[in-house]
């Protein structure tokens, strides 16, 4: 199967939780982006959440024809070395204009997504990939994006559901993850790997490098076999 090579990477507390406004605060930030860049990811891609957070512009988009785009499609608005991909399965997110953006933006949605919608991103400039009855078909979603955008490395950045979708679909190579000398402790906040079935299977992982940082952080990059 056609798809590009995916790392996982992530931040998080000693006890493995990824809250944005928690880890801004743990020491070792600057180690985080600097490995990313190391690990040489053009493209990477984050959930809804996490973008709703970090990229997207306040508000929430509402269609007046709720008529859905029911089936598989893509438009591509420009070539690009990477993209920030979102997924977003409904299509909620507001976006700034992408014209000229040196990493645009690529959204992701489900079949259940309005033609509305995709007729804003259209008009921002903003390619996108519909791929998915009901929920986002990741595997689908991965060929595309190594056979129509020439996506040959991703990173996948967050948050805990879509690392897990990512996960649980085998689509992953490598797990990265920096940890923060600081420990969250509250009750039911999102892990790295978040969501998956109570009865699911542990994922075995085959240790590639450990290294400590002068902020206390300690990197842990493992291969998934």
């Known amino acids: 199967m056609a798809k590009p090579y995916m790392i996982c990477h992530m931040m998080t507390s000693v006890d493995g939780r990824?809250?944005?406004k928690m880890t801004e605060g743990l020491r070792?930030?600057?180690?985080?982006?600097?490995?990313?860049?190391?690990?040489?990811?053009?493209?990477?891609?984050?959930?809804?959440?996490?973008?709703?957070?970090e990229l997207a512009e306040p508000g929430e988009f509402t269609a007046?024809?709720?008529?859905?785009y029911g089936k598989e499609g893509f438009s591509k608005k420009t070539e690009a070395k990477g993209y920030e991909i979102v997924v977003d399965t409904?299509?909620?997110?507001?976006w700034p204009n992408a014209t000229d953006m040196e990493?645009?933006?690529?959204?992701?949605?489900?079949?259940?997504?309005?033609?509305?919608?995709?007729e804003y991103l259209d008009k921002q400039n903003i390619s996108w990939i519909v791929c998915g009855k009901e929920k986002i078909d990741l595997v689908r979603v991965s060929e595309i994006l190594a056979l129509e955008f020439r996506v040959e490395r991703m990173g996948v950045v967050g948050?805990?559901?879509?690392?897990?979708?990512?996960?649980?679909?085998?689509?992953?190579?490598?797990i990265s993850i920096l940890i923060g000398a600081g420990i969250d402790g509250r009750g039911s906040m999102a892990a790295v790997f978040?969501?998956?079935?109570?009865?699911?299977?542990?994922?075995?992982?085959?240790?590639?490098?450990?290294?400590?940082?002068?902020?206390?952080?300690?990197?842990?990059?493992?291969?998934?076999?």
């Open 18 to 20: 990824i809250d944005c």
């Open 28 to 53: 070792g930030g600057e180690d985080y982006y600097r490995i990313l860049n190391e690990l040489n990811v053009p493209t990477t891609v984050s959930g809804r959440v996490t973008a709703e957070l």
């Open 64 to 68: 007046n024809n709720t008529e859905v």
């Open 90 to 94: 409904k299509g909620k997110l507001l």
């Open 103 to 118: 990493k645009p933006y690529l959204i992701i949605t489900s079949e259940q997504v309005t033609k509305e919608y995709l």
């Open 159 to 174: 948050g805990g559901a879509i690392n897990a979708g990512f996960l649980d679909a085998g689509l992953l190579d490598e």
């Open 194 to 225: 978040d969501g998956l079935e109570m009865d699911h299977d542990l994922i075995d992982l085959k240790l590639m490098d450990v290294k400590k940082f002068d902020s206390d952080a300690v990197w842990l990059h493992y291969q998934t076999k």
